[in-house]
């Protein structure tokens, strides 16, 4: 067998192919032995057996070759999944590589555009804070106009807080209830 054309994705395809269907037709012979021995051990009488014996004993034999094509079924099935093991962590990975290695430098450019522009907008509000405590006047946002007379803030009273509310104007006394409704005024 030569060992270059083994190790393509033709020639382990091929190989995996003839293993799968030699374990296949084994499973299938051992499948058919085991129905023709269990049916000629459950009809052997050998003496000293009661009813059913035979049977159980015809069961106990064969258990081994159900265990053995079982087996060689599995074993059918992971030569299929080490073909696509094969396939798929051998002969497909350098492809799969450069898919990553591509992906994953458009994704750190897309990331250093962003990054680059938040950096420009960080290094532009770094100096229009240095400006700013320097003294010289920053550019003018358009969207914000300028009022034309800056807001006064009134001093509080001293000896109050500055949040306290107020006290109303000095009024006249609240008057009596009668002055409102004179016929209550009888009936108290």
Do not use: C
Request: proline share 7%; aromatic share 4%.
């Amino acid at each position: 067998m030569d060992m270059d054309a083994l190790m393509t994705q033709q020639g382990m395809r091929t190989w995996t192919d003839d293993q799968r269907e030699t374990y296949t037709n084994d499973a299938g012979d051992i499948r058919q032995m085991t129905q023709i021995i269990l049916a000629r051990l459950a009809h052997t009488y050998i003496e000293g057996d009661s009813a059913g014996t035979a049977t159980r004993r015809a069961r106990k034999v064969v258990r081994r070759l159900v265990k053995v094509a079982r087996q060689l079924e599995k074993a059918a099935a992971e030569m299929e999944a080490f073909n696509a093991v094969y396939v798929r962590d051998v002969l497909e990975l350098p492809e799969r590589r450069v898919k990553d290695a591509e992906r994953k430098a458009l994704r750190r450019q897309r990331l250093g555009i962003a990054a680059s522009g938040a950096q420009e907008h960080i290094a532009g509000s770094l100096n229009a804070s240095v400006n700013t405590l320097h003294g010289i006047p920053g550019p003018t946002n358009p969207q914000v106009t300028p009022l034309n007379q800056a807001p006064q803030y009134h001093n509080p009273v001293p000896g109050h807080s500055p949040y306290a509310y107020p006290t109303p104007p000095a009024q006249a006394p609240l008057g009596n209830i009668a002055d409102h409704f004179p016929d209550l005024g009888t009936a108290l």
